[in-house]
């Protein structure tokens, strides 16, 4: 079993270049599909960017794609989401997620594990 701790939130200007970081414990993570999720005040939760096992395949919600982008270092258990070019609408909670199949999902209730999410806020 995964554990997930997410950190490199904060308050960033609009066009502001964070990186955010989600660290895992226990379980062999390299076997894991890891995923970034977000979720605005009053929104529902939504898929942001997704990463196969070896991170030789990514996936982005349309929202960010050409502007986040994910990776990974297995040796390290770490995933990454550099966020560039940062809008107002971008403002959310992040959480990193994990699941143990082969596939990357972009609903959430596929993924089983998930940090305690990173609170972004990008002021204009």
């Known amino acids: 079993q995964v554990q997930l701790v997410d950190s490199g939130g904060g308050l960033v200007q609009a066009g502001g270049s964070p990186r955010l970081s989600c660290s895992a414990s226990g379980g062999t993570f390299s076997g894991y599909v890891m995923a970034w999720f977000r979720q605005g005040q009053g929104k529902e939760r939504e898929f942001v960017a997704g990463i196969s096992r070896s991170g030789g395949s990514t996936y982005y919600a349309d929202s960010v794609k050409g502007r986040f982008t994910v990776s990974r270092d297995n040796a390290k258990k770490t995933v990454y989401l550099q966020m560039n070019s940062l809008k107002p609408e971008d403002t959310a909670v992040y959480f990193c997620?994990?699941?143990?199949?082969?596939?990357?999902?972009?609903?959430?209730?596929?993924?089983?594990?998930w940090g305690q999410g990173t609170q972004v806020t990008v002021s204009s």
């Open positions: 997620a994990a699941h143990s199949t082969t596939i990357v999902y972009t609903i959430a209730p596929a993924y089983g594990y």
